[in-house]
């Protein structure tokens, strides 16, 4: 019963390749995040979908585009993967997206581009 | 813009030991307050969040937090912790009326026998 679950925890892969990461919560909530997660786990957000409207897009590089199909799903689809890519990717949600929102995080996926 | 600062980056400390983990703010609006934990290997949960009313909120682990409005501060306090409370704790901030949460640095707890 998980809440918030992503796939694939951990993905390996070449530079320039292209790459998806999948994400779905089933606590009914409206709001869905990306965030990346560095070496030095200094989090950071990426992206958020406020019932599949995109309300949150800091500065991510093009390559980076999400996507939301419905309120349940976040997918985050990355091109021309770079080594500076490597990080750990969190999805989370929340229940409306309010400043008041304790956010939901799924286990994470490893990113590694060699 | 906001900012957060955790001003420490390690604490190691002994079991049934007292800790203290230190967070600051910068902000030009008044925010909400969270703390965060993500132990090894797992997603960030909530460990508590400070919304309004007394300054002083606690966990149901035995985590407290004040907030401290004219120091912006709102440090995390335990009085006595276990080894499972060995993990990356994050202070975040949430603007009044925006989406965004913005999180310190983090600080690594490890907590040994």
């Known amino acids: 019963d998980t809440a918030v679950s992503q796939t694939p925890k951990y993905l390996v892969t070449q530079m320039g390749n292209d790459k998806s990461i999948k994400c779905e919560q089933n606590?009914?909530?409206?709001?869905m995040y990306w965030y990346k997660q560095d070496s030095k786990k200094f989090l950071k957000i990426m992206f958020s979908?406020?019932?599949?409207?995109?309300?949150i897009n800091e500065t991510v590089p093009n390559r980076f585009s999400p996507k939301s199909p419905d309120k349940a799903h976040l997918n985050l689809h990355i091109n021309s993967l770079e080594l500076g890519d490597s990080a750990v990717y969190f999805c989370?949600?929340?229940?409306?997206?309010?400043?008041?929102?304790?956010?939901?995080f799924g286990p994470g996926t490893r990113l590694t581009v060699l | 813009a906001q900012s957060v600062t955790q001003l420490d980056s390690q604490v190691p400390v002994f079991e049934e030991a007292p800790v203290e983990l230190r967070c600051n703010y910068s902000?030009?609006?008044?925010?909400?307050l969270f703390w965060y934990v993500q132990y090894p290997n797992q997603g960030l949960q909530l460990l508590l969040k400070?919304?309004?009313?007394?300054?002083l909120v606690e966990s149901i682990n035995g985590f407290e937090a004040e907030f401290n409005k004219s120091q912006t501060s709102f440090h995390l306090r335990k009085p006595s912790v276990h080894i499972s409370d060995t993990a990356e704790y994050f202070c975040?901030?949430?603007?009044?009326?925006?989406?965004?949460?913005?999180f310190g640095a983090g600080t690594t707890v490890t907590v040994r026998a």
């Open positions: 989370a949600s929340s229940q409306s997206g309010q400043s008041t929102d304790t956010q939901y």
């Open positions: 606590l009914g909530h409206d709001t």
């Open positions: 979908y406020n019932n599949k409207e995109l309300i």
């Open positions: 902000s030009s609006v008044s925010v909400y």
């Open positions: 400070y919304l309004s009313g007394s300054t």
């Open positions: 975040a901030v949430s603007p009044w009326g925006d989406y965004k949460l913005s």
